[in-house]
């Protein structure tokens, strides 16, 4: 899995076409998935956009649920979308939960929670909400999650919660 975190269109381009080239199995992230979708046909990646309004960097989700829910709906059920990147703990206002639970109603496809998931809890919480997966990058690298601060240790804590979840 590539996740694409970049800063503007023309660096989540030269992104994602990094990806196809070096055959990933996912692409997870942007906010161009039309773009995407271009790049990535013909490849066997699977390619899973942000829904919603995300700005600046790190990366913020604003919008409503309803609407989010609605972008999820309407970007998977697009050829060429497999699922979502939701940047359910970057919203500005919005519950993580009840969000991350509307747009897995609404979208055809797997829900992979990105972003400042930072302890075990909030796993547990997602996946009671029916998201397919997610990412850890900051957290991890502060030992902010039980098994630190060793990473492997950290790492061992989130599968066996993952797993269990």
């Known amino acids: 899995m590539l996740e694409v975190v970049s800063t503007s269109e ?4 030269r992104s994602i076409s990094a990806a196809g080239g070096i055959g990933v199995d996912w692409v997870l992230g942007g906010t161009h998935p039309q773009r995407g979708r271009e790049i990535l046909d013909g ?3 699977r390619y899973c956009p942000f829904p919603g309004t995300v700005v ?3 990366s913020i989700l604003q919008g409503e649920i309803a609407e989010i829910a609605e972008h999820a709906r309407s970007l998977t059920a697009t050829p060429g ?3 979502l990147d939701l940047l359910a703990y970057r919203h500005v206002s919005a519950d993580p939960v009840s969000l991350v639970r509307s747009v897995v109603e609404a979208a055809s496809g797997p829900v992979i929670v990105a972003g400042s998931i930072a302890s075990l809890q909030q ?5 009671a909400a029916g998201a397919w997966g997610f990412t850890i990058g900051g957290a991890i ?3 902010l999650l039980p098994g630190g601060p060793d ?3 950290q790492i061992k804590a989130v599968l066996s919660v993952a797993s269990a979840a």
């Open 151 to 153: 990473l492997a240790g």
């Open 141 to 143: 690298f502060e030992a």
């Open 81 to 83: 979308i497999d699922g």
């Open 43 to 45: 490849t066997p990646a």
């Open 123 to 127: 796993i547990r919480d997602i996946a």
């Open 10 to 13: 023309e660096a989540e381009i």
């Open 56 to 58: 600046d960097h790190p």
